[in-house]
DNA sequence: AATAACCTTTACGTTAACGTCAATTTCATG
DNA sequence: CATGAAATTGACGTTAACGTAAAGGTTATT
């Protein structure tokens, strides 16, 4: 029974593959472990780093982190979190601490996010109203002109009426 | 009449004051300048640059740009679009499609920083109830403990009930 | 076991986004 | 108008985050 623990283990795969799966390098991949980002499974310290689910989820967060432009460095305190020793209280207070800094950092982006989404609407809109003034006192409007209107119009507000 | 138009015109400033008001250094905003993000009025082509209101405002987005991850090439773009020649159809019919572009993935963006934020609110409760339920088991359960869940787990809920 | 395909480390190269001088110029002020 | 503070233009240095090439080790397949 403990045997068929260590069966059904998932499977494990190598650096390019993972690297494709991304969309990035093996290099990128190495760096961060370089980093104390990743740190894979590996049968003997020389042979082929071997990746699993885990390796693959702490992958995926640091491209979201570096889409939010956390540095590599900030990524890893973020990662660090997710790990600690669940039997040091004292560490636990500190990762808790820690989390909840990153949480206000969060919705402080997500407000600045919003705010930009507004202001860019909202030109859009300005600028839409410009090109329709434009298209109705032309006496020939230009057919490419109506089509373009045509298909904008829902674009935009389809991404308007998006609740966010 | 038109005197007084341009007597009340704003008051302009340095280079180290703007510096000084965004918490960054001149040398940067001279590089921003010279990627062609900023471009500042100057009584001759050698003298001082001098900062309008309207110079401060694009600062403010090149910056949030930098906290979103954006390169200063990618926000030259996005500012691009707010001054594009409004009597060029041609060109407006450009700016709208690239605004809709960013306005995409600004929503993407918002997407995966609440799912982030999902995440790291859940493994906080985790952590938590782990805390919780060692200070229970424990007969003489530290001050400072009790001291730190008091005030950990309001400020934690105060985050989790923000409406996002 | 040979061989190609893939992996490893080592090491130097590159780009973006500034920092940091140094050598002038310009500006404000007594 | 002198003079000290602040600004300007080079020009080179630095750091993060990889890219790239070389030289050799590992793995899978025939």
Redesign the pocket.
């Known amino acids: 029974m403990g045997a068929a623990k260590k069966a059904g283990e998932g499977k494990k795969i190598?650096?390019?593959?993972l690297a494709e799966e991304f969309g990035?390098?093996?290099?990128?991949i190495?760096?961060?472990e370089e980093?104390g980002l990743l740190c894979p499974h590996?049968?003997?310290p020389?042979?082929?780093?071997l990746y699993d689910e885990k390796d693959r989820v702490r992958l995926k967060l640091i491209l979201r982190g570096?889409r939010f432009g956390f540095?590599?460095?900030e990524t890893r305190e973020i990662l660090e979190l997710y790990e600690a020793d669940p039997t040091e209280r004292r560490q636990i207070q500190r990762t808790l601490e820690y989390g909840l800094e990153h949480l206000l950092e969060i919705d402080e982006k997500i407000d600045e996010l919003k705010e930009l989404r507004r202001e860019m609407l909202e030109f859009a809109r300005r600028f839409l109203k410009i090109l329709e003034s434009m298209a109705e006192e032309d006496p020939r409007p230009d057919p490419r002109l109506r089509k373009f209107l045509e298909s904008y119009r829902p674009r935009l507000e389809a991404v308007a009426k998006r609740k966010i």
Chains 1, 2 share one sequence.
């Open positions: 190598t650096i390019s593959e990035i390098t093996p290099r990128a190495r760096y961060y980093l590996r049968k003997s020389t042979s082929q780093r570096k540095s590599l460095a």
